[in-house]
């Protein structure tokens, strides 16, 4: 794989439910990415973090919260989901001075 | 703004034949383009990219891409096709922002299936 892990693999969610996504990265990177991928639409951006800081929200709506602790550690908190949220969640990395995006394996949501 | 189409949804070919997949963008500055392949529940893997020099750029497993600028296009090519290379196939532009830094913007995605 590519250094970068997420956890879990898959969840399934009730609506009123609240749950966290988490991603880890191994490579030593300072940027992290949020992208939701769902089977109609092309792969979206969400978040973006650089040097841990929140410097894009791509008008994700507020039942999803992102954290980054570390520059190592990005996580996407859940709650009162709807149905169309059920997607592949995507984390990512890179360094700042380099191009390529280093993906991890997706989370996959069901929201019942 | 940047974007990127993959005009086919899926290219068939037969195992040993030369395949493409293709990819036109639309940047206001000159383009840094990759090509990505996601295998069935993974996440999306890097091939290639182009950002300065030589048009027809080399990367993984066997693949190339040439950049045309004359025709916005940055196709994914391989001289022969395996059954192993069945897979989506995303073509991407990047974007500085300087508040946000490296943006990739996808394409829809082409499914690649390569038939024995």
């Known amino acids: 794989e590519t250094g970068v892990t997420q956890t879990p693999r898959h969840l399934v969610m009730g609506m009123t439910n609240k749950k966290s996504l988490k991603c880890e990265q191994h490579?030593?990177?300072?940027?992290m990415y949020w992208y939701k991928q769902s089977a109609k639409k092309p792969l979206e951006l969400m978040f973006v973090?650089?040097?841990?800081?929140?410097?894009e929200n791509n008008s994700v709506p507020s039942r999803f919260s992102p954290e980054c602790p570390n520059s190592s550690h990005l996580f996407l908190h859940l709650h009162t989901l709807q149905p169309e949220d059920s997607a592949l969640y995507l984390c990512?990395?890179?360094?700042?001075?380099?191009?390529?995006?280093?993906f991890g394996p997706g989370t996959r949501l069901t929201v019942l | 703004a940047q974007s990127v189409a993959q005009p086919e949804d899926q290219v068939n070919v037969a195992e040993g034949n030369p395949l493409t997949v293709k990819c036109t963008y639309s940047?206001?500055?000159?383009?840094?383009l990759f090509w990505y392949v996601q295998y069935p529940n993974r996440g999306l893997q890097f091939l290639l990219k182009?950002?300065?020099?030589?048009?027809l750029v080399k990367g993984s497993y066997g693949f190339e891409a040439e950049f045309n600028k004359s025709q916005t296009s940055f196709h994914l090519k391989k001289p022969s096709a395996l059954v192993s290379d069945s897979a989506l196939y995303f073509c991407?532009?990047?974007?500085?922002?300087?508040?946000?830094?490296?943006?990739?913007?996808f394409g829809g995605g082409t499914r690649l299936m390569v038939k024995p």
């Open positions: 991407a532009v990047r974007e500085w922002n300087n508040n946000a830094g490296n943006m990739l913007t």
């Open positions: 182009y950002i300065t020099g030589d048009n």
């Open positions: 990512a990395s890179s360094q700042e001075a380099e191009d390529e995006q280093f």
């Open positions: 973090y650089n040097f841990k800081e929140q410097t």
């Open positions: 490579l030593g990177h300072n940027a």
């Open positions: 940047v206001s500055g000159n383009p840094y």
